[in-house]
C-alpha cells in the first residue's frame, strides 16, 4: 500500500503555503545537476529546507542541496525543487515524485524538468542541450504502483504526448533567438547509479533513445498523472559508454554542466515567461 495519500500531500501542502509569503506558483521547476543557480535568480524568494515540509524526502547526492524555492521568475510565479530525489538513492518511487504531487496541489499548471545525460545519438557532443521528446521508462519500476487514488488521477493515464509539443515549439522558439543549438530526442531513464556498459548504449540507441539518464522519468509520469503540462530538457554531460574510448566520470558531468550552465540558465529563463 502507498504511503502516499492525500492527507501526506495536503499536509505538505498546508505547510508550504503557511511559509511561502502568499505566493501561489503556477510553474514548478525540478532543476537537475548544474542549474540549481537558478535559485539565485529567483526575486523576492523564499526557501523552505526540505527536512522541515512534513512527509518530504531528503536528498543525498553530491550537488543536490535540499530546498524548496518559492518566487518570481520572469513575471512568473515558480516553485523551485533545488535538489531532487533519485530512485537510486533508495526512495521509493512514489516518494522521489511526492513534490511533484505537492506543487499539483499548490495549483502549478506546467512543470519544467531538467537532467545531465549522456548522448547516446552518436551525432550529439558533450555540452549539447537536448529538448526531451518523449521518454522511454527503463527504471524497473513506476511510481503508480498500487492502488490508485482517483482523485490524484486515473488509474491508466496517457503518454502519447508526455513532453508537450506546445512547450516544445517554445523551446526551439526561444533557442533559435538566442542562438541556441538545441537537439530534440528521447531520453531513457534508468534506475542507476552505475553508468551503463557498453552493449546496454548500444540496446538503447536501437530502441530510438538519444539521450540516457537516471532521473526524470518517474517525475514526467507522475506529473502526467495529476494532469501538469511538462517540458523537459537534458543536458548532454558527456557521450555515453562505449562511444569514446575512455571511461565515464561524475566529474566530467559536473564540469561539462559548469562550461554549459550560462547559455542553459539562458534558454531556461527565456522559456519560463512564455509557458
Ligand atoms: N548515463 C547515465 N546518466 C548520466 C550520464 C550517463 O552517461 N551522464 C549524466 N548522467
Not at 60 to 66: N, P, W
Not at 205 to 234: K, N, Q
Request: aromatic letters at 6%; charged letters at 20%; one cysteine or more.
Amino acid at each position: 500500500m502507498s504511503t502516499i495519500n492525500q492527507a501526506a500531500i495536503q499536509e505538505a501542502a498546508a505547510y508550504i503555503r503557511q511559509h511561502s509569503n502568499n505566493i501561489n506558483p503556477e510553474i514548478g521547476l525540478i532543476l537537475g545537476s548544474g542549474l540549481g543557480v537558478l535559485a539565485d535568480l529567483i526575486e523576492d524568494g523564499i526557501s523552505i529546507p526540505y527536512h522541515d515540509i512534513p512527509h518530504f524526502p531528503v536528498s543525498t547526492v553530491e550537488g543536490h542541496a535540499g530546498e524548496l524555492l518559492l518566487g518570481t521568475v520572469g513575471g512568473r510565479k515558480v516553485m523551485m525543487m533545488k535538489g531532487r530525489f533519485h530512485l537510486y538513492e533508495g526512495y521509493k518511487p512514489e516518494l522521489t515524485t511526492f513534490p511533484v504531487r505537492v506543487m499539483k496541489e499548490l495549483g502549478v499548471k506546467s512543470m519544467l524538468v531538467t537532467n545531465a545525460a549522456g548522448g547516446v545519438n552518436t551525432s550529439y557532443e558533450a555540452g549539447d542541450l537536448m529538448v526531451i521528446s518523449d521518454h522511454l521508462n527503463m527504471t524497473g519500476t513506476n511510481p503508480l504502483m498500487g492502488p490508485n487514488d482517483n482523485a490524484l488521477g486515473v488509474r491508466f493515464p496517457d503518454m502519447s504526448e508526455a513532453y508537450s509539443k506546445r512547450l516544445r515549439a517554445v523551446a526551439h522558439e526561444v533557442a533559435q533567438e538566442q542562438g541556441v543549438k538545441l537537439q530534440e530526442g528521447v531520453y531513457a531513464g534508468l534506475l542507476g547509479p552505475n553508468y551503463e556498459t557498453p552493449a546496454e548504449i548500444v540496446m538503447l540507441r536501437t530502441l530510438g533513445s538519444d539521450a540516457v539518464g537516471m532521473s526524470t522519468v518517474s517525475e514526467v509520469i507522475v506529473a502526467r498523472h495529476a494532469g501538469l503540462e511538462v517540458l523537459g530538457f537534458s543536458c548532454i554531460t558527456n557521450m555515453a559508454a562505449g562511444i569514446l574510448d575512455q571511461p565515464l566520470d561524475h566529474s566530467e558531468v559536473m564540469e561539462t554542466a559548469d562550461r554549459v550552465r550560462e547559455k542553459f540558465l539562458k534558454l531556461v529563463l527565456g522559456i519560463i515567461p512564455k509557458m
